[in-house]
């Protein structure tokens, strides 16, 4: 049977549903037609152990009794309303009770709420003709029904049903190559859906098995998911069957009411890749399972598979870029959490329209694994379609788009759309991970309008949905408590130590914008009194502080020698903040104020240090809260200062491309 051979048969039992009463909602009669494909597939499977059993003078025990294999009763003379009697009052019913192994559990949970069954029973005993026919131990057809559900999957828009667990097959296939599951590791989806994921897995893995013992592993203790829908668990199940995993171990389960803070290593996996829902919303006593609370869900997953990796495991995972830059708390924490104690080894930045679902949501594929800190995340920027803004239904992502993104991330091949952020800019960043292709505005032939103007339209939507942010903390400053002040003289110390007989080698100044850069000016003569400026030192210019001429080095590249004119300090050990919130606090209305009191002079006022030491300076009263919130500004800072030149040159681009040698008639 060939793959139209079969596409027909699948329409014309679809067909057939749509008709009947009782089934003409699309999503009932998906049901419908998925367990008893299941079913179907489940005796095929029950028939092959039979028949090894037999070569091998073996004894195999079928899971279900006889009069529940699909060839006694499928195949029987039942029909009209004795055959919805036996499905309804006898099938069913047995399938939801069965017991006495892990397999049949497993069964019983799929069907617990299945309760799709077609009016007619004449009807219903056509369509089970039209399932009967299909030849299930053909290999081909294996690959053949995957197509063929997954396109009936794309084309269930009821309810937004499809779109919680269907992923394009390019968006699986390239993600499975990189995060590379092999045998003997526990691959895991919690939010698995039609299982695509898993699948995609099982067909990288399958080639290696060698034994039957490596088959057995494969079969029952490799791919492990976790699914919500009832439906969509009976698909997934099938699906895993269909690409010959025996006994795939799925559950039932509302992943997100787990106890995220108290998974044990046995409950841990080698191997997560999953696309979670986003833009929905979580109550208040499932956000208690997490470390970080969060209405959203997508920040609940990434924590729950945060929870899940086990000790050396990677994650690859498909999150919306709010996750990368929002500034509430428990997003902002999650992200520090993320960047220090997993590493953070790539994101590939997707373009609107990759997901049809969800078509104006920008995303990304991010891979992490756990096992020291992140150190250097390399980046990828998929390109939308040549003269297109977005993907699309009709222009959908094909694999060939994210080879560049594979060879970039497995062999560190670049190419155009490719680049690497070290963790100390990360850190700089405060922890923001939206972090946009830098060579967006660099290009102002027409060649790549559609790219940068593209570019500048998510840029620009970034800083709105920031702006958002910074309205919101405006509107509940109780959120952000600040405790009385505390003098600086308590919690600072000088630093700096003085060049000597040493000859200063890389010289660093002061902007007036608190930026750290190399010294542009002539050198002293005399250089002995050059002060060293290391990471984690405050450096001001005297004269200048008052109008934001402070800079915090966060960086080994920022290090340095300083002219002896300037002042260096740090933090001392225990301090009630952090040097973020510190330089915050300094360059802010009210710590220019302070600065300014505690200068001296009568023609050129400066801020010595002893001045410096005198300031009082509001202690956090949260300081995760107040993180979050500095956070935020060092964002929304650097979106601005990089907007413009994004702008200008994709209006260059789109100016050359206007104007540019071409025929429209």
Known sequence: MNLLALQAKIKSASDKMRADDNTKNALRYLEQLTWLLFLKVFDAVEETHEMVAEIDGTTYHPLLPKQYRWATWARSSLTGDALIDFVSGDLLPHLREMSGSPRAE??????????????????????????????????????????????????????????????????????????NPELGERVYDPCCGSAGFLVGSAQHIEGSLKTTE???????????????????????????????????????RNTLEQDARNFSPSEQFNVIMTNP????????????????????????????????????????????????????????????????????????????????TAADTRTNLIFFGKGGRTETIRYYQVPPPPKKRSYSKTNPLTQS??????????????????????????????????????????VTDGSNADERLEDVRGRMATLLDLAQSLVDANASLADYPLLPTVTLDAWIEESGARAGSATPDRLVGVSN??????????????????????????VYNPMRVNVGSIALCRREEETGW????????????????????????????????????????????????????????????????WSALIASFQAVKRHLRD???????ALASFESAAFGERTDA
């Not at 369509?127 to 690959?143: C, K, Q, R, T, Y």
């Not at 062999?411 to 923001?432: C, H, R």
């Not at 907007?643 to 040159?649: F, I, K, S, V």
Request: glycine letters at 8%; proline letters at 6%.
């Open 106 to 179: 497993r069964i019983a949970a799929i069907f617990t709420e299945i309760r799709t069954v077609m009016k007619s029973g004449y009807s219903l005993k056509e369509v089970i003709a039209i399932v009967d026919s299909i030849d299930f131990h053909a290999l081909e057809n294996h690959h053949a029904m995957s197509v063929i559900y997954e396109s009936l999957l794309a084309q269930t828009s009821d309810a937004g049903w499809s779109g919680e667990f269907y992923t394009p097959r390019p968006v699986v296939e390239s993600m499975v190559r990189i995060a």
């Open 214 to 252: 490596q088959r057995e592993q494969f079969n029952h203790s490799t791919f492990y998911g976790q699914e919500a829908g009832d439906i969509a668990a009976l698909v997934g199940t099938m699906n895993l069957v269909l690409h010959g995993v025996e006994d795939p171990q799925i559950v039932r």
């Open 277 to 356: 829902p986003f833009g929905g919303t979580e109550n208040p006593q499932v956000q208690q399972n997490f470390p970080s609370k969060s209405a959203a869900t997508e920040l609940l997953f990434l924590q729950h598979c945060m929870a899940r990796l086990a000790d050396g495991g990677r994650t690859a995972i498909v999150l919306p870029d709010g996750v990368l830059y929002r500034t509430e708390t428990s997003f902002s924490t999650v992200r520090r959490r993320l960047i220090n104690e997993f590493n953070v080894t790539a994101i590939v930045r997707l373009p609107t329209g990759v997901f049809p």
């Open 401 to 442: 788009v994210l080879e560049g993104a594979e060879r970039w991330i497995i062999d560190g091949v670049p190419d155009t759309y490719s680049w690497e952020v070290d963790y100390d800019t990360i850190v700089a960043s405060g922890f923001d991970l939206d972090i946009p292709w830098p060579l967006a505005g660099s």
């Open 513 to 538: 914008d608190g930026g750290l850069a190399p010294f542009k000016g002539a050198p002293a003569k005399d250089q002995s009194r050059y002060r060293r400026l290391e990471v984690g030192d405050f």
């Open 562 to 625: 300083v002219s002896p004119d300037y002042m260096l300090f740090r933090l001392k050990p225990g301090a009630p903040f952090d040097n973020e919130y510190l330089l915050t606090f300094l360059k802010s209305e009210r710590g220019r104020a302070e600065i300014d009191r505690e200068s001296r002079g009568a023609v050129r006022r400066r801020l010595y240090l002893d001045g410096a030491k005198n300031i009082s300076v509001p202690v956090p009263g949260d300081p995760e809260t």
């Open 643 to 649: 907007l413009p030149a994004a702008a200008y040159g």
